[in-house]
């Protein structure tokens, strides 16, 4: 069973940086998209990246392309979300999800495996 846990969230201000991890176990994941998604209050989760465990390439929403990098780390079957120049409305639960499709899908409802979410409060 694919499990992911998610850490690292907190409170920073804005143009802070943080960076969140994401533990993946129960599965070797080559072959697997791995996602990072977003849910602020009263809205629908939105998507903020993607990439391939494999290759490592990634894929970003505008909304936060050339500030997030999202990169990986294969001896610790971990995925890390690198956010920099942190925007209040950058405020949500992050969450982590993985499917075993080498697609990179950008759609919530693609993903099979979710975390519990971490939040990211971003104050002005």
């Known amino acids: 069973q694919v499990q992911l846990v998610e850490s690292g969230g907190g409170l920073v201000q804005a143009g802070g940086s943080l960076r969140l991890s994401c533990v993946a176990s129960?599965?070797?994941?080559?072959?697997?998209?791995m996602a990072w998604f977003r849910q602020a209050p009263g809205k629908e989760r939105e998507f903020v990246c993607s990439f391939l465990w494999s290759r490592g390439s990634a894929y970003y929403a505008d909304s936060v392309k050339g500030r997030f990098t999202i990169s990986r780390d294969n001896t610790k079957n971990t995925v890390f979300l690198q956010m920099s120049s942190l925007k209040p409305e950058d405020t949500a639960v992050y969450y982590c999800?993985?499917?075993?499709?080498?697609?990179?899908?950008?759609?919530?409802?693609?993903?099979?495996?979710w975390g519990q979410g971490t939040q990211v409060t971003v104050s002005s």
């Open positions: 999800a993985a499917v075993p499709r080498p697609t990179r899908p950008i759609r919530a409802a693609d993903y099979d495996y």
């Open positions: 129960g599965r070797t994941f080559s072959g697997y998209s």
